[in-house]
Each structure stands twice: as C-alpha cells, then as structure tokens.
Nanobody, 129 residues
C-alpha cells in the first residue's frame, strides 16, 4: 500500500518562496508518476506539476516558470518548490502518486489520479498580499 505524507504548508507573503515535501513509502516499482495538485475553495482540484520516473516534468500554465517539482530518490521524497507566490496560489496542496507513466498533458491528470492514484492528506498554503 502506497502511503504519502506531505509537510511544509504554511503562510507566506506575496512574492515569497516556499517548499512542500512529500514522503512516499510502500511502492517498489521503478515506473511511476509523482504529482502535486491543489484545490482552492469553490474550485475543482487541478494538477500543478507532474514528475515522471524518466525525469520528464509537466507544469500547469499558471505555475510554469515559478514552481519546480523535484525528487530525492534516496529519501523517497518529492518536493514542490514555489517561487514568486501570488495570492491566487492559496489552496490546499496534495501530493499524489501513480504506478504508471505520467499522462501526456496535465489536464488529463486529475481524472487519472482520482481513479488510480494514491493521495496524501493535503497541506494548506496561504499567500497573503
């Protein structure tokens, strides 16, 4: 059973930076897709960043150039490094894992992960102006 535990949520000023962590356990496959999603009040959950086991990354247009997804394989941990944060980045952030290749487009990711993925419990990020 794959388990994911997020950490690092908190409050940050607009324009600032922040890092989220997701520690994973319980999977042994070498083929996977790690992801970060977010959900703001009143909005649907959306994919933010994907990281394939082959190193390919995919980002939502809204965060491209500002957010970076990365991993430390030795710690089974992946990260979301967020810079130039804006108030509309405020949301609950979820890490997720899929024992399969990442989808080709991030817009396909929410349904796929909802059906087949594993999810963390979520961590709140609040960006104040």
């Amino acid at each position: 059973q794959v388990q994911l535990v997020e950490s690092g949520g908190g409050s940050v000023q607009s324009g600032g930076s922040h890092r989220l962590s997701c520690a994973a356990s319980g999977y042994t496959t070498s083929r996977y897709c790690m992801a970060w999603f977010r959900q703001a009040p009143g909005n649907e959950r959306e994919g933010v960043a994907l990281l394939d086991s082959d190193g390919t990354t995919i980002y939502a247009d809204s965060v491209k150039g500002r957010f970076t997804i990365s991993q430390d394989k030795s710690k089974n941990t992946h990260y979301l490094i967020m810079t130039s944060l804006k108030p509309n980045d405020t949301a609950m952030y979820y890490c997720a894992a899929l024992v399969a290749r990442c989808p080709s487009r991030i817009v396909y990711s929410t349904d796929l992960f909802n059906d087949l993925g594993y999810w963390g419990q979520g961590t709140q990020v609040t960006v104040s102006s």
